[in-house]
């Protein structure tokens, strides 16, 4: 509970700058997403692209937030969250070089599996410390928005006669 909780006796909203990086860090991916399937096809090549990138960073950026997290810990992170950053980490370098060597749709299936194991793993790897639950409110959009936009994304690819 924070400390704004117990002077209302309510829960706090989340803070403007959580909210920010929340649901600002999906709009490329949203945009991206869109652009695919309804802009001209010439724009098509550097949408793919650019989606995929952005998407492999927020799942390294998240790796880094967690191990960031499991340092505030008394005794040091457990190896749970160790096994949940690293393979957050090697999903987002992995579709990295599926999208610098051409495997668009690979690079998509990586990153699907990355936030949907970060879905389920975060509650097994979550810090024992209560944490900010104002910040744990927005985490079904952080999870649920770039799983259903990057599987637009590779649906997209599926259909794709260019690929």
């Known amino acids: 509970m924070d400390s704004r909780e117990r002077r209302s006796g309510k829960r706090a909203r989340s803070p403007r700058i959580d909210r920010l990086f929340v649901y600002g860090a999906m709009l490329p991916l949203l945009t991206g997403a869109l652009i695919l399937w309804f802009a001209p096809e010439a724009q098509s090549f550097l949408a793919l692209n650019l989606t995929l990138f952005w998407g492999a960073s927020v799942l390294m950026f998240v790796a880094g937030v967690r191990r960031g997290a499991s340092l505030r810990q008394p005794g040091g992170a457990a190896i749970a969250e160790i096994v949940v950053m690293i393979g957050l980490f090697l999903a987002g370098v992995a579709s990295l070089v599926a999208t610098i060597w051409a495997f668009p749709l690979a690079a998509a299936l990586l990153q699907i599996a990355g936030f949907a194991s970060l879905g389920i793993l975060d509650r097994i790897a ?29 649906i997209w690819i599926w259909r794709s006669p260019f690929l």
Do not use: F, H, M, Y
């Open 126 to 154: 979550a810090p024992n410390d209560d944490g900010q639950p104002s910040v744990e409110r927005l985490r079904p959009l952080q999870i649920c928005a770039p799983i259903a936009v990057i599987a637009a994304v590779a």
